[in-house]
């Protein structure tokens, strides 16, 4: 199968070409950046040539990873779709509404299939809590307490801290993967409430000089849903520098019968040497998530998360800010606006 990267600012380029470099079954064309910068590191750092876009689609992928800044998935999207590209997106899929169903109108036309880069959902623990909620088997649940924190991506990739390509902090970073699993176990946000804390100087004292001032970097979001049970997100990048592991995503589910915690990347070895580390183990979801991408390309099936997924996690970010903004709780439409 022939893929292409379509961006590289993502701290997640990096892992997918390694997950995907070396295999029989694929040829990776190439990579396409327009920050000159970010295209030499990336070159350098993977081995991987730095091509134009029409160049590179020219090349006849079957399909696309795309992982630009979020602000820029759009026009990608678009070109891929119009080059017959199937298109595995990073997460947040777009900074809009109006952006994420400009693209599914783009690859429903070119009949080309829309995925979103939701490697929880790869997840065996996910899936065995997934089969428990649905079969009852915790009685009726009352609430889910979710926590999304990490290390700020911005000391990595800049651009995160930078409003006009990220379209915000912590709550764009975060919300979503959580905000994706209440909508795999079966639940349909009905409400939204939220509040954001910007970047504290005391915290990171060059932030006083730059854009992170202007950026949320904590926030709580609170859900009323469909099914009468409650969810709370906690999505920050609170992790200080030298942090032993990158974050951490978990779940607490609170039911009649009983209480289940998901802590999705817990399994570690404490390593020390030249500097202390958690190195994590077991299945690599980013690697599992390719391997359906490319199941995807070859057979033209859905993904395991599809345009619907990514963009209904959008709608619970767009709902969370303009929470935050006008300091109400926002409703949501039970049934989701189409294009």
Not at 69 to 80: D, F, G, K, N, S
Not at 155 to 173: V, Y
Not at 210 to 235: K, M, N, P, Q, Y
Not at 285 to 309: H, I, K, S, T, Y
Request: proline share 5%; hydrophobic share 45%.
């Amino acid at each position: 199968m022939r893929l292409a990267l379509l961006g590289a600012a993502h701290v997640h380029a990096h892992a997918y070409v390694a997950a995907l470099q070396g295999r029989e079954d694929v040829d990776l064309l190439g990579f396409c950046e327009e920050t000159p910068d970010t295209a030499r590191a990336f070159s350098q750092a993977n081995g991987l040539n730095v091509l134009g876009l029409g160049e590179l689609l020219r090349l006849r992928p079957h399909g696309v990873i795309v992982c630009s800044e979020t602000a820029r998935h759009l026009p990608l999207v678009l070109a891929a779709a119009g080059a017959g590209a199937h298109v595995l997106c990073e997460k947040p899929i777009a900074v809009s509404e109006q952006d994420a169903l400009s693209m599914k109108a783009s690859c429903d036309a070119a009949g080309v299939r829309f995925v979103t880069a939701f490697p929880a959902r790869f997840s065996a623990d996910v899936h065995t809590l997934e089969r428990q909620l649905r079969a009852g088997a915790l009685g009726a649940v009352l609430s889910y307490s979710g926590v999304n924190h990490s290390v700020a991506p911005d000391r990595e990739a800049p651009w995160f801290s930078q409003p006009a390509l990220s379209g915000g902090g912590a709550g764009m970073d975060h919300i979503v993967h959580l905000a994706d699993l209440l909508r795999f176990f079966g639940e349909r946000p009905a409400e939204v409430y939220a509040r954001f804390l910007a970047v504290p100087e005391w915290v990171r004292p060059e932030a006083a000089t730059t854009t992170s001032t202007a950026i949320d970097a904590a926030g709580l979001v609170t859900l009323r849903l469909e099914s009468g049970a409650s969810a709370s997100i906690d999505c920050s990048w609170s992790r200080p520098p030298g942090y032993p592991r990158w974050g951490q995503l978990r779940l607490d589910v609170t039911a009649s019968r009983g209480l289940m915690s998901l802590d999705l990347f817990a399994s570690h070895l404490k390593v020390s040497g030249a500097r202390y580390g958690w190195a994590g183990h077991g299945p690599d979801l980013n690697a599992l998530m390719l391997e359906d991408f490319l199941r995807v390309c070859r057979e033209g099936e859905p993904g395991r998360a599809d345009w619907q997924d990514g963009y209904e996690a959008l709608r619970v970010v767009r709902a969370a800010y303009a929470s935050a903004s006008s300091g109400q709780p926002v409703s949501l439409r039970t049934r989701s606006a189409q294009p």
